[in-house]
Nanobody, 115 residues
Framework: QVSLVESGGGAVQPGGSLRLSCTLFGGRFGIYTIAWYRRDPGKQRESVAT???????NYTESVEGRFTNSRDDQKSTVYLEMNSLEREDTAVYYC?????????WGQGTQDTVSS
């Protein structure tokens, strides 16, 4: 059974950086598109970034130029480097592995940006 484990969340001041990791267990990592979502209480879940098996990434407009996705197939891990963090980036971040019609979700990691 495929499972995803996220790590790297935490608290940081505005302008700071965090790096999230998402590791896939129990499956062939290289065949999945990995997506990052976030949800802040009172708001809808938002797609943040995706990285396809061949390494191509897409970002939502609000994080373009600040967040960078990368994947290490040897470690079955995707990294989301988040720079110039803003208070609006505060949320629980989830990673998602998808290969139609299947999706797997991680447990989420909390990121808090405040002074």
């Amino acid at each position: 059974q495929v499972s995803l484990v996220e790590s790297g969340g935490g608290a940081v001041q505005p302008g700071g950086s965090l790096r999230l990791s998402c590791t896939l267990f129990g499956g062939r990592f290289g065949i999945y598109t990995i997506a990052w979502y976030r949800r802040d209480p009172g708001k809808q879940r938002e797609s943040v970034a995706t990285i396809e098996p061949e390494g191509r990434s897409n970002y939502t407009e609000s994080v373009e130029g600040r967040f960078t996705n990368s994947r290490d197939d040897q470690k079955s891990t995707v990294y989301l480097e988040m720079n110039s963090l803003e208070r609006e980036d505060t949320a629980v971040y989830y990673c998602n592995a998808k290969l139609w019609p299947v999706r797997y979700w991680g447990q989420g990691t909390q990121d808090t940006v405040s002074s």
